[in-house]
């Protein structure tokens, strides 16, 4: 992490947790060019030779920032990031997340409660693999949205070039295992390899480096019994403890590497470094075979053993079978390249620049200067936004872009219900601000119209649920800078509904979190077809299962999910009778449908959508009406291929290509995409449109211009 900080261009201040006892580690990242080592034993602040536990590091991280604020800072352990979740350092943590629970069964409510809070004081959560992101995502929803991949990190030793040549020629073939020694690592099982392989024809020999000897309590001889086999065994040397670069030269020296474990750990969510230090050294591993791995290294990975038996057919097949170790190596080797410290880098810039968003000449002109008298001069002081609502559910993504943004300050005037909300509070808010954004066309509206100081701007966002209310009638439009509404349909709508001025009304589209939603499908997604929400009629949950039937009926693979809640969950929607008369009709049909059979899946309501989506191919909608209909932008986002059914302003939001005129246009889409081989051009296409059109930090720009008084309106926001 530190190194990969520095490359990124990063002052880094590394804060050492235990007394430093041999510089093998520390000594080269103090020689990295802007990193600074604190070892708080060696300076006094620390008493004792015992790691600092938790209290002691969260007051010297808190005395550290005081004297010289961090605009981040990186943790790693939950029970530290826990501590700091109360302290001031609280919404600059990025928490590397790497000893959490693995498994619902040991998720307790505790841990939960726990990774809630410090989910919710961390600016991002760092997590080490998709698997791990996907798990905390659907137990943990506070984590949405903020889960970040940081895989583990290869670089190299300096001068230390990788394994060139293949199979060993008059000479035993050379198998390395480094790390601790433990059963589940089934580091004694590899001391009998040379022998067992001897049985087969195989000279080979195995390294063991590490000096780690675990002390299982369930396994009292397990520690005298390793070390005997390390020291006694024929065909294993056993090289000790050594620093990780001499570690890593001893790997490039072997033939194959072994990382065969216990099928107990097959479900970890972590990514052993050691793999793909052994790919980047050009040492082909064996290893389990788990849909990670298999992801990496591809599902005929020629070295994936289960079992003793396994990896000796395995050793024996490249032992004798030059081609096949060639496979492996090139499939080591391509595993590892998204791994190296460059790439590593590279993510983390990207992750810095949305985290820090450069400031923007049109918000720094729009800046009032400061009062006389003294203080910051124009420009220096930041442009002043309120926002006012009574509901952020489709503001927040924007709220925290706006709040990272370094030329604006935000507050929020919380209203706590459409119509309450506390004067006083609101009239500081004019007091205060240059700008007001009032999420939906409501009361706040109303308000913030007519008690704004003249020259402040007001914008004011306009949803669906209002258009047809009498708030809009009411705004004295005249004291309303910009109405935005999210796509040209509806602000035509509003335009012939209200009489207002076109000058008035913009179109900013919502925002889609391409960065979050661009996740690895899983297999057979091209089979999947997906449904976000299914509440209330409109909905038409009745034409997506027309859809299905005409699917299955040529294919069973194709299956339904929705993810959504009930629509008895929504008493406004269960207390009518038609509503209620449509579901039971629907739900009805699904159980006795035969080609509806087992091929309908109902998946919990929830935040963790860009999980959920990494199973789905196609999107539908297949709704009377929306005002933009999120749900396929975010599939495409995903890499799913949207399917809509023409909806009234669907064309002006969604490239046509993507519409169908029925149920059975649908499927016939869905079928030929797929049976033409079309599915990976077509989502690829609808990936890149949508990140053009609606992507986060296009929309994001555009409510900076907007904010700024810089945006021009627009209607023809239309995809082409």
Same mark, same amino acid.
């Given at each position: 992490?530190?190194?990969?900080?520095?490359?990124?261009?990063?002052?880094?201040?590394?804060?050492?947790?235990?007394?430093?006892?041999?510089?093998?580690?520390?000594?080269?990242?103090?020689?990295?060019?802007?990193?600074?080592?604190?070892?708080?034993?060696?300076?006094?602040?620390?008493?004792?030779?015992?790691?600092?536990?938790?209290?002691?590091?969260?007051?010297?991280?808190?005395?550290?920032?005081?004297?010289?604020?961090? %605009?981040?800072?990186?943790? =790693? #352990?939950?029970?530290?990031?826990? @501590?700091? &979740?109360?302290?001031?350092?609280? $919404?600059?943590? *990025?928490?590397?997340?790497?000893?959490?629970?693995?498994?619902?069964?040991?998720?307790?409510?505790?841990?939960?409660?726990?990774?809630?809070?410090?989910?919710?004081?961390?600016?991002?959560?760092?997590?080490?693999?998709?698997?791990?992101?996907?798990?905390?995502?659907?137990?943990?929803?506070?984590?949405?949205?903020?889960?970040?991949?940081?895989?583990?990190?290869?670089?190299?030793?300096?001068?230390?070039?990788?394994?060139?040549?293949?199979?060993?020629?008059?000479?035993?073939?050379?198998?390395?295992?480094?790390?601790?020694?433990?059963?589940?690592?089934?580091?004694?099982?590899?001391?009998?390899?040379?022998?067992?392989?001897?049985?087969?024809?195989?000279?080979?020999?195995?390294?063991?480096?590490?000096?780690?000897?675990? %002390?299982?309590?369930?396994? =009292? #001889?397990?520690?005298?019994?390793? @070390?005997? &086999?390390?020291?006694?065994?024929? $065909?294993?040397? *056993?090289?000790?403890?050594?620093?990780?670069?001499?570690?890593?030269?001893?790997?490039?020296?072997?033939?194959?590497?072994?990382?065969?474990?216990?099928?107990?750990?097959?479900?970890?969510?972590?990514?052993?470094?050691?793999?793909?230090?052994?790919?980047?050294?050009?040492?082909?591993?064996?290893?389990?075979?788990?849909?990670?791995?298999?992801?990496?290294?591809?599902?005929?990975?020629?070295?994936?053993?289960?079992?003793?038996?396994?990896?000796?057919?395995?050793?024996?097949?490249?032992?004798?079978?030059?081609?096949?170790?060639?496979?492996?190596?090139?499939?080591?080797?391509?595993?590892?390249?998204?791994?190296?410290?460059?790439?590593?880098?590279?993510?983390?810039?990207?992750?810095?620049?949305?985290?820090?968003?450069?400031?923007?000449?049109?918000?720094?002109?729009?800046?009032?200067?400061?009062?006389?008298?003294?203080?910051?001069?124009? $420009?220096?002081?930041?442009?002043?936004?309120?926002?006012?609502?009574?509901?952020?559910?489709?503001?927040?993504?924007?709220?925290?872009?706006?709040?990272?943004?370094?030329?604006?300050?935000?507050?929020?005037?919380?209203?706590?219900?459409?119509?309450?909300?506390?004067?006083?509070?609101?009239?500081?808010?004019?007091?205060?601000?240059?700008?007001?954004?009032?999420?939906?066309?409501?009361?706040?509206?109303?308000?913030?119209?007519?008690?704004?100081?003249?020259?402040?701007?007001?914008?004011?966002?306009?949803?669906?649920?209002?258009?047809?209310?009498?708030?809009?009638?009411?705004?004295?439009?005249?004291?309303?800078?910009?109405?935005?509404?999210?796509?040209?349909?509806?602000?035509?709508?509003?335009?012939?509904?209200?009489?207002?001025?076109?000058?008035?009304?913009?179109?900013?589209?919502?925002?889609?979190?391409?960065?979050?939603?661009?996740?690895?499908?899983?297999?057979?997604?091209?089979?999947?077809?997906?449904?976000?929400?299914?509440?209330?009629?409109?909905?038409?949950?009745?034409?997506?299962?027309?859809?299905?039937?005409?699917?299955?009926?040529?294919?069973?693979?194709?299956?339904?999910?929705?993810?959504?809640?009930?629509?008895?969950?929504?008493?406004?929607?269960?207390?009518?009778?038609?509503?209620?008369?449509?579901?039971?009709?629907?739900?009805?049909?699904?159980?006795?449908?035969?080609?509806?059979?087992?091929?309908?899946?109902?998946?919990?309501?929830?935040?963790?959508?860009?999980?959920?989506?990494?199973?789905?191919?196609?999107?539908?909608?297949?709704?009377?009406?929306?005002?933009?209909?999120?749900?396929?932008?975010?599939?495409?986002?995903?890499?799913?291929?949207?399917?809509?059914?023409?909806?009234?302003?669907?064309?002006?939001?969604?490239?046509?290509?993507?519409?169908?005129?029925?149920?059975?246009?649908?499927?016939?889409?869905?079928?030929?995409?797929?049976?033409?081989?079309?599915?990976?051009?077509?989502?690829?296409?609808?990936?890149?449109?949508?990140?053009?059109?609606?992507?986060?930090?296009?929309?994001?720009?555009?409510?900076?211009?907007?904010?700024?008084?810089?945006?021009?309106?627009?209607?023809?926001?239309?995809?082409?």
């Amino acid at each position: 992490m530190v190194q990969t900080a520095a490359l990124a261009g990063c002052e880094v201040t590394l804060v050492l947790k235990a007394p430093v006892l041999t510089g093998r580690l520390v000594d080269p990242l103090r020689a990295l060019p802007g990193v600074t080592v604190l070892s708080p034993h060696a300076e006094g602040l620390v008493r004792g030779k015992e790691p600092m536990v938790t209290r002691q590091a969260a007051k010297i991280l808190a005395r550290v920032d005081e004297e010289r604020p961090f %605009d981040l800072v990186v943790v =790693r #352990g939950m029970l530290l990031a826990a @501590r700091l &979740a109360s302290s001031p350092l609280a $919404g600059r943590l *990025w928490t590397y997340l790497t000893d959490v629970p693995q498994s619902a069964a040991a998720f307790s409510n505790e841990a939960k409660g726990q990774l809630r809070r410090i989910a919710d004081a961390s600016r991002l959560l760092l997590c080490q693999t998709e698997e791990l992101r996907g798990f905390l995502e659907s137990a943990v929803p506070a984590t949405a949205g903020k889960s970040v991949l940081f895989p583990p990190v290869v670089a190299l030793p300096e001068g230390l070039a990788p394994r060139e040549g293949g199979l060993p020629v008059g000479r035993a073939m050379k198998l390395v295992y480094t790390g601790k020694f433990a059963p589940r690592w089934n580091t004694y099982e590899m001391t009998r390899l040379p022998r067992l392989l001897a049985q087969r024809g195989v000279d080979a020999e195995v390294h063991m480096v590490g000096d780690k000897i675990h %002390d299982d309590p369930a396994d =009292r #001889g397990f520690a005298a019994r390793m @070390r005997q &086999a390390l020291e006694s065994s024929e $065909g294993v040397i *056993w090289h000790g403890g050594h620093p990780r670069a001499e570690a890593m030269r001893l790997t490039a020296a072997g033939d194959v590497g072994l990382s065969w474990r216990n099928a107990g750990l097959d479900a970890s969510l972590e990514l052993s470094t050691k793999l793909l230090e052994c790919g980047a050294l050009g040492v082909p591993v064996v290893l389990n075979r788990t849909p990670m791995h298999e992801r990496l290294f591809g599902a005929d990975y020629p070295l994936f053993s289960a079992t003793e038996d396994d990896v000796l057919d395995a050793l024996t097949l490249i032992g004798k079978n030059p081609d096949v170790y060639t496979l492996a190596v090139e499939r080591c080797r391509a595993a590892a390249e998204g791994f190296t410290l460059e790439a590593a880098a590279g993510r983390l810039r990207r992750c810095l620049a949305q985290t820090f968003p450069e400031p923007s000449p049109a918000v720094l002109a729009a800046t009032p200067p400061a009062p006389p008298g003294g203080g910051p001069e124009q $420009g220096e002081r930041k442009l002043r936004v309120a926002v006012a609502s009574h509901d952020l559910k489709f503001f927040s993504r924007l709220l925290d872009y706006l709040r990272s943004r370094p030329d604006m300050e935000v507050r929020v005037d919380h209203w706590a219900a459409l119509k309450v909300h506390n004067p006083d509070r609101s009239r500081e808010m004019i007091e205060w601000a240059d700008v007001i954004v009032c999420e939906w066309c409501g009361p706040n509206a109303l308000w913030y119209a007519e008690h704004k100081r003249p020259g402040q701007r007001l914008v004011v966002r306009l949803h669906r649920f209002e258009l047809y209310a009498s708030w809009p009638r009411d705004l004295d439009i005249g004291a309303v800078d910009q109405v935005v509404c999210v796509s040209p349909h509806y602000a035509e709508l509003t335009r012939e509904a209200t009489g207002w001025p076109a000058s008035k009304i913009t179109v900013i589209p919502n925002w889609v979190d391409d960065h979050q939603l661009d996740r690895p499908k899983l297999a057979g997604a091209e089979h999947h077809l997906g449904m976000i929400g299914i509440a209330p009629s409109r909905k038409r949950l009745d034409l997506a299962l027309d859809a299905l039937e005409i699917l299955r009926r040529e294919d069973p693979r194709y299956t339904l999910f929705i993810k959504s809640k009930l629509p008895w969950e929504y008493w406004w929607i269960w207390q009518k009778p038609e509503e209620r008369a449509h579901y039971e009709r629907v739900f009805k049909r699904i159980r006795r449908s035969p080609a509806l059979a087992g091929g309908v899946v109902f998946d919990s309501y929830g935040r963790d959508v860009a999980s959920w989506l990494r199973r789905i191919g196609f999107v539908l909608s297949t709704s009377d009406d929306e005002s933009f209909h999120l749900s396929p932008a975010e599939g495409m986002a995903s890499g799913a291929v949207p399917v809509l059914l023409g909806w009234p302003g669907a064309d002006t939001i969604y490239d046509t290509r993507w519409i169908q005129r029925d149920a059975t246009a649908i499927a016939e889409s869905i079928a030929a995409t797929v049976r033409e081989g079309r599915w990976e051009s077509e989502r690829a296409f609808a990936r890149e449109q949508v990140r053009a059109a609606y992507g986060l930090d296009k929309v994001c720009r555009q409510w900076t211009d907007l904010l700024a008084g810089a945006l021009e309106p627009t209607q023809t926001m239309r995809v082409a």
